[in-house]
């Protein structure tokens, strides 16, 4: 008899949704991602690739394009027309305005990143002056024939150039009027296509522009002359995207066969100043689309249908041979989509729009170590949820015993009271939830199921008390010194006396729920908070951070514990710092105190190696619940990729 | 009467041509390719080959154009020394003596005065490449030990090292790194690939190397089939590669085009890969080249390709990819099983050639004629597959008839055989097939043979197989209502005590068939197939049986495992003699009594020349090879010798030809390798010499018509019909290799004239009418002649003779007229 009955659960059938966008700001090193879904994903690269924070998508949302400009504002546009502005600080979005240009295909920002230019369905261009406050529409440039599908501005922010269907349009900023138009070539390997999409284009410093089409081109063109240069065929499909390095020495580009190529700017011979553009390295790290790729000083990032968000380090730009330098494939979101009561033995998941709630399996069997045992009762699907509205759920909990679920939406909040006979189920929703619950980001029920902590995204951290049927709102913790700025994490103490909460960037704060005051502020570090628990008896706070480093703090000493200090002193084994997927939960042993279950992605401990784990809890002190969710059942509720002969020529 | 020298073993021709890469001359008119000790130029358009380099001492292992100088050519050698040779008119200019062995030769047109060599100094698996500068002087033989080291540690193939950007820098590959020497800078850089240890790029290592002519680009080839450009490699960190990938096999050699435009690769799979560009998606295909690709290489001019294979094959190509002459030597990459043949029709060498064929090779020309495809089967080439193996042929009937045998087994009891029978068709000139017997047998055919004798009515071909049978098949009346045919049946099923037949063997007449059931020789009446009687030797199973011939032909010849070389006779049935031999190869001359005999020993291989009526050898050679000895055959003279030393009368009528384990073809010769030089090579260094201006044609024609004239005496036979040898345009036409040739239109007129019967000599179509004319002249002349004669008939009263003598006159003064007008048309000429 091992030391732990581990349930393996793979009946949770998330699919993420496909990457559409990705945008790299080079000054804040971070990267923002536009699922199809319409969820934007914002990751710090220097964080160790943590997924710091998310907007979550909208089924009307569909975003096309996704730009960072002045800085630290992000914008994006959708085929709903709109541009939209995120709060990257309440997380929510600031505003969106309509660009009456039917749907939107393109934005980029310009250079001096004053000025966000917009291709539209109808053919026009559409330049808006950012204001600090909002975005305001300047003027049209001259309308084209078809959409606007990619932009690009030129580095001194004089001349723009336009991919279009068929051809690529050079204008001029100042003027307004196209200077060029450059017809692109519909033959695909001596077959002529109906029509050629220019993907991408990028315009170069020195007039160079490159543009990718579907017809598997790379071109090269002058834009002074308006001439074609040169032309790499590279793909049997289309070349989706483009990205060109801030030194305009390395490009790189994706295609509809999952291959990502990497194009350098190589000088011809070693004693002259002559330089050519080389195709240099393929890599097929997707196994679908890459809709989008960019190019960061170190690494070539890319995304696509397959789901996968792929950093290939660029080995000549690393200088130290760290984990930076490795390849890193991020597919699921690094936060929980899990919870589970542990008195019924209940898995509540979430989904995009749904909520689906399961009762594990049980097993009279036993067996010696490593040893399957059958079930002797099959895992049921007790109820699936369904949201109202195109909103995505942004975050849910199931309460330990069991009785109470609650999600919420970025409009709306929402309580359902579970009653149990027997084998059925009978749900309740409580109506007035108040308002300022809504769009919550952590949801958390006290051990003993009687409070709810919910961590808005206004900054306040509200309690809630529940009892039989009804609610009632007991406090709101209100943020400090008018900082708007959202939690993200919550932990409370099993004892019910202590709640801690961690917003973005700055410390935990820990507030005594008995006497409804911040007790103390765990002092800030420089990496975010991946995860954190309280422990039971000691009332410690365990807390992990996205570097993985942790750290033990006594809530009633108000002070690392000593285990925590000679930790620090002696540091992490380099294995475990090299880690590149973040501890997304933190349990504990009841009976042995001094044990810490951690998980991260990959990896429990030693348990499982080889499958993504989405979750693991312990029931109880013989229990272990395991939620894995194998990459290849994720690919198989793809779409079919693009169909290539092995040997095909 | 040839001067007699000791007998050697020489090398015969079929050698390597694919040994290392072929050269373009600068115009592309000729290709060098190195062949054992020899340099050989072959022109590009005829493939004819129109000089053989002859100098070096040892295996010469690498050619290259002088590059001060594109009409003369550099080559290296394991004896040692480089030498420069004129190509054009085959002279050797001048000789370097290097003094260690050399593997490999580069020039580089920056390097004056100096060539790059690949020499291994110390332990015998470290090669370095260095620059060997070379002297100026005026002398036939220099010495040049001035080296320089360049790089250390290198591959011995020529294909992992390359010279890039007008000599900028050297590129050099072994196993998993690549290494960069930079001239100038004099530092080297290196690129080394993940290992083996990792499974994935388990098959990473590096196989070729070539550089691009205008661009700092390194193009690599791989163990798993892969291409990696190299660029940007100045800088250890900032250097990249890209891939092209295509082969599924090791890439084997890799060739710039001379813009750089294009990247050719080649490998196992046969096909030459054009990379346009350089690029993955922009490439063009050359495929069923017949066999692995060795060498590509590309012609200074950049209007030809060529590349060389596995089966010992030249294939010349264009710039557009499209194949326009193949070289072709003798094919050697697979194990022969055949034996040795020789076809009685054009007398070529026969044996095992590309997978599934046989080939014809012509000893005298050193090429191949060509292949018949036996198994018509396409040949899958991959590592594992038990293929259809051709194991047995034999020539029949003067040449009518070819049999084969082919078999393949992959398990021990699943055995496919087939036999096939072709017939020789006098209008296109090869071999049909006529009939196809699936399994002849129910075992593997250990020995096949033709009844040769002349006054057999009926082709007859016997079987022998290890399923203890032997079978006799006859060639019968296939006709039906459609046609008239013919087709081979078995006519005779023998068998002796279940043993398994191992050889069979017709006497020289035919009358007696031996057939040798392991240690057992069984003799069978070939009219009536009756055991006529059995020898047993109890000395192991019988190897080897051959009949005696012409004077021996009572005699039966068998040799056994056990070493015993066994004489019987025929009359008496009993043994004549025997003898300790171990006897690895036995072939009887067919122009003689003789039998040749090759033994193995543990230190080599002897050779053993005796008749059958007497065990005293005629002649032996000690150590003919150190390996051992496979197959033999004799091959008969066109032109029989006359040694009178009695060792060497057995080399009169036919020449031994022999062939050992790892495929050297090797014979016996008298002669010193000078001599050895073909007439004809040394007819066309003549011709060559000689500017070929429609001047020379006259002029050279009327030098040798002069040369004939005043080598003719007045007292010369009557009108002779020429022979086509003696006129020279048409030797001139048929000896000329075409190449050098003006064009027909020219010649066609020539060649119409000469055939003429100018007034000197006069052709057979000519002779009636002139004869007619002359007659008519005579009966005039004889008029007054007539008048002349009667007068002396009034004056001489002679009688009786009178007629007799006035006729002889008559064809005396037609004689004497007719020299009086070759006379004039003489000195006409003159």
């Given amino acids: 008899m091992g030391e732990f009955k581990v349930h393996r659960v793979r009946f949770f059938n998330y699919v993420p949704s496909g990457i559409r966008c990705v945008a790299y700001n080079n000054q804040s090193n971070r990267l923002a991602v536009s699922r199809t879904d319409g969820t934007v994903e914002i990751y710090n690269l220097s964080a160790n690739y943590f997924q710091e924070k998310f907007f979550p998508g909208h089924e009307s949302r569909a975003t096309e394009a996704l730009c960072w400009a002045e800085g630290q504002r992000l914008f994006s546009a959708g085929l709903n027309g709109e541009i939209m502005e995120y709060d990257l600080q309440a997380l929510n979005i600031k505003y969106a305005m309509d660009a009456f240009g039917g749907p939107i295909w393109s934005m980029a920002a310009s250079p001096s990143g004053s000025q966000l230019l917009v291709g539209c369905e109808d053919g026009s261009v559409k330049l808006f002056q950012i204001t600090p406050d909002k975005i305001q529409f300047e003027r049209n440039f001259d309308r084209q024939k078809s959409r606007i599908l990619s932009l690009s501005w030129h580095p001194s922010g004089t001349h723009i150039a336009a991919g279009s269907i068929d051809y690529i349009s050079v204008f001029d900023v100042k003027s307004g009027s196209a200077v060029h138009k450059m017809i692109v070539d519909r033959q695909y390997m001596g077959v002529s296509k109906r029509k050629c999409i220019v993907w991408g284009v990028a315009f170069l410093s020195d007039g160079t522009i490159i543009s990718v089409d579907s017809a598997g081109k790379v071109q090269f063109w002058d834009s002074a002359t308006g001439t074609l240069v040169k032309s790499h065929l590279i793909a049997n499909a289309d070349v989706q995207s483009i990205a060109v390095a801030d030194q305009e020495d390395s490009f790189v580009v994706g295609t509809a066969e999952g291959t990502v190529f990497h194009f350098q700017l190589v000088p011809v011979t070693s004693n002259s100043s002559e330089k050519q553009w080389v195709r240099t390295k393929p890599f097929q790290h997707h196994t679908h689309d890459v809709r989008t790729v960019a190019h960061s000083p170190t690494a070539l990032i890319s995304g696509g249908t397959d789901t996968h968000l792929v950093f290939r380090p660029l080995m000549e730009k690393v200088e130290v041979k760290n984990y930076d330098a490795a390849l890193r494939k991020i597919t699921f979101p690094h936060r929980c989509l899990i919870s589970c009561s542990k008195k019924r033995q209940l898995l509540l998941f979430q989904f995009a729009h749904h909520l689906e709630l399961w009762r594990l399996g049980s097993t009279v069997a036993t067996g010696k170590n490593g040893d399957t045992l059958p079930l002797s009762k099959n895992a049921d699907h007790l109820l699936h949820l369904k949201t109202k509205g195109p909103e995505n759920i942004i975050c849910s909990c199931i309460s330990p015993c069991g009785s109470w679920i609650a999600y919420s939406t970025v409009s709306r909040f929402f309580l359902y009271r579970l009653n149990y006979e027997h084998d059925n189920i009978s749900l309740k929703r409580v109506s007035k939830m108040p308002a300022f619950l809504r769009s919550a980001l952590q949801i958390l029920f006290s051990e003993d199921s009687t409070k709810l902590f919910v961590a808005s995204n206004q900054g306040a951290l509200h309690i809630v008390q529940l009892s039989g049927g009804s609610f009632k709102h007991l406090h709101a913790f209100q943020p400090q010194s008018g900082t708007v700025e959202a939690m993200c994490l919550l932990a409370v103490s099993p004892d019910g006396n202590w709640l801690a909460a961690s917003g973005t960037s700055a410390g935990v704060h820990v507030y005594n729920v008995k006497q409804l005051k911040l007790h103390c502020t765990v002092p800030a570090y420089n990496f975010p908070v991946t995860a954190m628990a309280i422990a039971p008896n000691t009332n410690n706070l365990v807390i992990a951070h996205s570097d993985q480093q942790v750290f033990e703090y006594s809530i009633p000493d ?58 693991m809890d312990l029931l109880d002190e013989r229990t272990l619940v395991a939620v894995e969710r194998p990459l290849d059942d994720i690919i198989a509720q793809l779409p079919p990729p693009i169909k290539k002969k092995k040997f095909g020529t | 009467m040839v001067e007699e020298e000791n007998i050697r073993v020489v090398r015969c021709g079929g050698s390597e041509l694919n040994f290392r890469r072929a050269v373009f001359s600068a115009d592309s008119k000729y290709i060098f390719c190195v062949s054992g000790d020899f340099v050989k130029v072959y022109s590009t358009v005829t493939e004819e080959c129109v000089h053989i380099l002859h100098g070096h001492r040892n295996l010469v292992t690498g050619i290259q154009l002088n590059p001060n100088n594109h009409l003369q050519l550099y080559s290296c050698s394991l004896d040692g020394t480089i030498k420069l040779w004129d190509y054009i008119d085959g002279i050797l200019i001048k000789t370097f003596i290097v003094g260690c062995k050399l593997h490999a030769l580069f020039t580089l047109a920056q390097a004056e005065d100096s060539v790059f060599v690949i020499v291994n100094k110390e332990k015998p698996d470290i090669f370095q490449l260095v620059s060997v500068k070379l002297p100026k002087s005026s002398s036939q033989e220099v010495e040049a030990k001035e080296l320089s080291f360049v790089l250390d540690y ?32 004099k530092t080297t850089s290196r690129f080394t690939l993940s290992s083996s240890r990792n499974k994935k790029h388990a098959k990473n290592n590096f196989t070729c190397v070539a550089c691009h002519p205008t661009e700092d680009c390194i193009a690599s080839g791989h163990m798993d089939g892969k291409i990696r450009l190299w660029r940007n490699f100045y800088d250890d960190k900032k250097y990249t590669y890209t891939c092209l990938h295509w082969h599924h096999d090791m890439v084997m050699d890799l060739a710039f085009s001379v813009t750089g435009t294009s990247l050719l690769s080649g490998g196992r799979e046969s096909v030459l890969v054009e990379w346009r560009d350089a690029t993955e998606k ?156 699936n399994m002849p047998h129910e075992d593997c055919i250990t020995a096949l043979c033709f009844c040769n004798a002349e006054k057999s009515e009926q082709p007859t071909l016997v079987t022998a197989s290890k399923d203890g049978y032997f079978k006799v098949w006859i060639l019968t009346d296939d006709s039906d209502i459609y046609k008239k045919a013919v087709g081979w049946t078995c006519d005779f099923v023998g068998s002796y005590h279940k043993y398994q037949a191992t050889n069979c063997c017709f006497s020289e007449d035919g009358s007696l068939l031996a057939v040798s059931f392991e240690e057992i020789v069984t003799i069978w009446d070939s009219v009536t197939w009756e055991l006529k009687c059995t020898f047993c030797q109890r000395a192991g199973k019988i190897r080897h049986l051959c009949f005696g011939r012409l004077t021996c032909s009572k005699y039966l010849l068998g040799a056994t495992e056990n070493g015993i070389l066994c004489c019987w006779n025929l009359l008496s049935c009993a043994l004549e003699w025997n003898a300790k031999l171990n006897v690895r190869v036995m072939e009887p001359d067919p122009n003689s009594e003789n039998i040749a005999a090759i033994s193995q020993s543990s230190v080599g291989s002897d050779l053993f020349v005796f008749k059958p009526s007497e065990p005293r050898p005629l002649y032996i050679q000690k150590g003919i090879s150190r390996e051992k000895v496979q197959w033999g055959v004799f091959v008969p003279r066109d032109v029989p010798e006359s040694f009178t030393s009695e060792a060497y009368q057995w080399l009169n009528r036919s020449q031994f030809y022999f062939l050992t384990k790892s495929q050297s073809l090797l014979t016996f010769s008298t002669k010193s390798p000078e001599e050895k030089l073909t007439p004809t090579s040394k007819q066309l260094l003549a011709e060559e010499s000689l500017p070929t201006t429609p001047f020379y044609f006259i002029l050279g024609k009327h030098r040798q018509q002069q040369d004939e004239k005043l080598n003719e005496t007045l007292e010369n036979e009557l009108v002779q019909l020429p022979l086509t040898e003696n006129i020279p345009a048409i030797s001139e036409l048929l000896h000329t290799p075409a190449h050098v040739l003006p064009s027909a239109a020219f010649l066609c007129s020539m060649f119409v004239n000469s055939l003429l019967l100018s007034k000197e000599t006069k052709s057979a179509k000519e002779i009636p009418e002139d004869v007619d004319m002359e007659e008519e002249k005579e009966s005039e002349d004889s008029d007054e002649e007539n008048d002349f004669t009667e007068k002396v008939q009034d004056t001489s009263n002679t009688g009786l003779g009178e007629d007799i003598i006035h006729q002889l006159s008559k064809s005396e003064e037609k004689e004497l007229r007719k020299f009086r007008k070759i006379d004039y048309s003489w000195i006409a000429a003159l």
């Fill in chain 1, 558 to 615: 108000k002070q690392y514990t000593d285990w925590s200090r000679t930790v620090q002193k002696q540091g992490f084994h380099h294995l475990w710092l090299q880690r590149d997927t973040p501890i997304t939960h933190i349990s504990f042993h009841p009976k042995r105190p001094m044990h810490i279950l951690l998980h991260d992605a990959y990896m429990f401990c030693i348990i499982d190696k080889s499958l993504p784990l989405l979750f």
């Fill in chain 2, 282 to 437: 922009n490439k063009e295909f050359l495929p069923r080249l017949g066999a692995t690709i060795e060498h590509i290489s590309v012609s200074p001019a950049g209007d030809l390709f060529c590349t060389s294979h596995s089966d010992n094959k030249i294939i010349i190509i264009h710039r557009n990819l499209e194949a326009s002459a193949v070289i072709q030597g003798l094919v050697k990459d697979r194990s022969i099983f055949t034996g040795l043949m020789i076809d009685p029709r054009t007398k070529a060498l026969v044996l095992n050639g590309k997978p599934g064929h046989l080939q014809f090779y012509s000893l005298q020309s050193d090429k191949q004629l060509y292949n018949l495809d036996i198994i018509q089967q396409e040949y899958i080439n991959d590592y594992g597959l038990i293929q259809i193996e051709l194991t047995k042929a034999a020539f029949g009937c003067f040449g009518n008839w070819l049999a084969t045998v082919e078999q393949r087994q992959e398990k021990e009891t699943e055995l496919e055989l087939q036999m096939k029978l072709w017939m020789y068709n006098k209008k296109t000139q090869g071999f049909i097939l006529n009939t196809k017997i």
């Fill in chain 2, 154 to 185: 290198i591959n011995q193939s020529p294909k992992c090292i390359a010279f890039g950007n007008e000599g900028v820098y050297v590129a050099a590959v072994r196993e998993f790194y690549l290494s960069v020497y930079f001239f100038k800078k």
